[in-house]
């Protein structure tokens, strides 16, 4: 349940709930050829704004860079955001702009796909992916603690950070004579 809900009287007559702070909603549509945007205030006003057709197509590849850069919001992995993308992308192809790709569900997903891939030589890394995208965030946690592939997914994300990091600590040890 929301916590302090307002329900405004909009201007055109509508009534509109705003939850918290939220000091407007926005909300688009494609009218007559045409898109229009309204956005409804917390103070009762409500504005229809178009999108002049020139700027049309513009305004749909902002749409779109948007929907894929949602997706990886807080994903620090660079093959996870991939992850995220390739998930929209598919969402899209199966006709559903609002499914969610939730960044967090997959962040991880490319290291345990490698490690798979690596226990299981003969699997192409599609198949595997396509294995794992069918399993819960609690069995993709599971697979990662198992004792098969703990060790490789250690030795990866340990491979990753030292390919990340600016220092040569190989070098830095070896001062030391390690």
Not at 91 to 109: F, P, Q, T
Not at 114 to 142: C, F, G, H, Y
Request: aromatic share 4%; proline share 2%.
């Amino acid at each position: 349940m929301a916590e302090n809900v307002e329900e405004v009287t909009m201007s055109d007559g509508r009534k509109v709930s705003f939850a918290g702070k939220r000091k407007a909603i926005k909300s688009s549509d494609f009218v007559d050829g045409a898109v229009q945007v309204r956005i409804d205030f917390r103070n009762g006003v409500s504005k229809l704004y178009t999108v002049p057709a020139q700027h049309v197509p513009k305004s749909a590849c902002h749409g779109g860079e948007q929907k894929f850069g949602d997706s990886y919001a807080g994903v620090d992995d660079v093959e996870d955001m991939i992850q995220c993308c390739d998930a929209v992308q598919e969402n899209l192809n199966k006709g559903d702009w609002s499914a969610r790709v939730e960044g967090s569900g997959i962040a991880g997903s490319s290291v345990l796909a490698r490690a798979l891939a690596e226990l299981q030589p003969n699997k192409s890394m599609e198949d595997i992916k396509v294995w794992l995208k069918a399993k819960t965030q609690a069995d993709k946690m599971a697979l990662r603690q198992s004792s098969k592939l703990k060790p490789i997914i250690e030795r990866l994300e340990a491979e990753k950070v030292a390919k990340a990091s600016k220092v040569d600590t190989g070098a830095l040890l070896a001062e030391l004579g390690a």
